[in-house]
């Protein structure tokens, strides 16, 4: 269906629903597909969550799995596992979502029993208590892989007094803390109608699609006005740099850090997704190049931008020998500091420009990737953006690059994060 | 799927697919780290493939797949090395032109061959952050003893500092050859198109009189027991393995069957068993990797370090079970389901239908053994399980990896 390189609207062929309830449907039929991807959006996450509930969004996705009053434990993941399909989710700071991704005969077949989950969890008070020594295990692992453990310092020291510095797994004392009925009450609040949106993608007929949705979740209803958590917006951290250790840490790591753009601001957000792919897009990047290809300082050297609802994060991380930390540090300091003071060239920008729209094509290949594409833009930020992210991509001009550097990437404003080894 | 062999022997496997302009290439060199006479020799190979021919230097090989914004990426694994590339179709002749000079006229310069095994020596060195990876590299040495089966492909420390540019230009010489070689193309291109271009620029590609190919294990001579490394952890890392039947066997059906039933998905039998009802881990699974020789089978578990010895009984008990119990009838048909399913939900890009085809040809099983095996699994029934499970799961060795105190309280 994606079958032109071209960057009309064409290019993304869904239509968008709104039933009475609020709930938006994003439906596409791609006629040559074989599977179709049903994937429910929820907005909620990390960010919405108060703080004596810190972890519940991501502890309520392993409680809706458990089931509800019409399907046991276990019986939705049999039911799609059984049938072929593939089943999972994932919780962000931003976001919720749930998918299934079966063969097309077994559509009509499977999407009850994904609605009815994601609407009617239960949380049984015996599958709580157990379910919480899973998530328990799952934060243990997390502390077990220092580059896990060196984010989460990086996000706490970001976001001081905001949600995004908190963990989404939460922590073991809040999980602790924590009841059923508590996470219930959290249940009906975020998950309305007006705060979901269902989005299949995939080898059915778009009317089979909209009729189903419509069938399935017409009873899905409003319990109580949506009430929009009041988050202040973040304020960038004061410019520091800090080193911690690491238990189990084999080779140091680097990390510069600053705030960048929400997402909703596309013009800087792509800017930035620029600079980063200037600096460590492919070899002949600038840092690659210099680090770890020429002076061979560093075993890797990767920069990246993470866009979020609230302003997300901008990140240069490095792995060098303790030796080369110190003059890695200086070099990145002065490769980020050009980009305030001289435009990338046409060569630079025209690369990188390609690099990026070849990967946002690459990345529309499969119902279950445009499912995902459309279920995060429309969640996070707006769908129009899967429409005109192309476009704007092609119109950054080196001007443009150069301002967002002086405005978000400004070398003396970094936080700069080194983590060694014990002992 | 179309089929063909070149006369220098290289094979080519199209798949036209024109509802995206996406194409997927790659090139299997069908001998890997199983050939190695030092570990981490392919691993090397591949990370100093792409840093320099006879016409272009490192930073003008980069910049032409860059400047396209293409991917083209160097692997090694055990039984194959592939060159894999992706691109938007009209960049296509331009790649398979540049993935051409990669085969035939590499000259692994000095100075890059010393970067790279440097920083080869860092990632063998961060392999210790990752306790799986820690457990299984410590299952593998004891079940594979001196065999290139038994390492990673990054090699070891004391490995890696012995290999010489000599080494890798042999290497490259010996098995870079057309006859050695397979190509597979996915994406909007006939089968005439495709082969006029690999013809073009692989046509004069030289093969060898003949490819050394290692013998297979005859016996591996391990005693089973218990393996503990201390690391200071939150939670143990257990792993339970067996030695396994190669690829090429009749059993290989029956135990990804198998495979599939303990450890895929969310309805597997160890995630329910170990996870759902009782809570004791995470992450719990199984896996049974494809290989050309004898290969392993094994299922691991992520927990509480008070929990390790419930857990090495735990596993062992429901893998070793399949010796004695017969699957029931739902059981069966749902693991049937399961794996043919999600096999099929498994090629739904170019480059996952490249990858399935050009592997299962460059191990020297046939492209088509993949819709061949699925037809051999539909009639499996219990009791070959049952016989297949008796003969695998005899020798377990665990490996254990986690807090002192954790090691001291298993048996």
Redesign the interface.
Known sequence: ?????STSVESFPFTVHTLPNGLTAILQQIP????VTCDIWVRTGARTEPLNLAGVSHFLEHMI?KGTEKLG??VF??EI????????AATSQDYTHYYI???NTHFEATLPYLSELVMGAAIPPDEYE?????????I??S?????RQAFEILTRTMYPDHPYGRPVLGTAESLKAMTADAMRAYHRERYQPANTTVVIVGGVDERTMLSAVEKQFSEFQAVSPLAAPAIPKPTAPLPASQSHTL?????PRLMLAWLGAPIDNLDDAIALEVLAAVLS????SRLV?DL??EK?WV?SVHAYFMPQHHRGLFVIAA?A?AEFVTPVEAEIRAAVRLLMDEPVSD?DL??VK??????F??NT????QLAGLYGYYSTVASLDVVLTYPEQLQRVSASDVQRAACAYLDPDQAVTLRFVPES | MFRTVLNNGLTLLVVPNPTVDIVSARFFIRSGSREETKPGLAHLVSSVLTKGTRRRSSMELAHAVESMGAMLGVDSSSDYMQISLKCLSEDFETLIALAAELLQEAIFPEDQFELERKVTLQAIRSQQERPFTVAYNQFRSLLYGAHPYAFTELGTETSVPSLTVDDLKTFYQTYFRANNALAVVVGPITPEAAQTLVERYLGDWTPSEAVPVRPLIEHLSFQPQVLREEQATQQSTVLVGYAAAPVGSADFPALKLISTYLGSGLSSRLFTELREKRGLAYEVSAFYPTRVDLSHFAAYIGTAPENTETCVVSLRAEVERLIEVLLTDRELQTAKNKLIGQYALGKQTNSQVSQLLGWYEALGVGADFDTEYLRVVEQLEAEDLRQIAARTFRDPIVSIVGPVEALAATA
């Open positions: 269906m994606i079958a032109t390189t040559t597909a074989a599977a799995f434990p276990g993941d049999s596992e059984s049938r072929g399909g593939v089943t999972n991704t079966v063969a157990r379910e919480r020594l899973v998530v328990l295990e799952e243990r692992r502390q077990d892989s220092p580059d238990a189990r840490l084999e080779q897009e492919g070899r002949t190049r770890r290809e061979g075993r792995q020998d060569s025209n690369r390609r690099m990026l729209r070849n990967d094509i690459f290949e499969s119902p279950s």
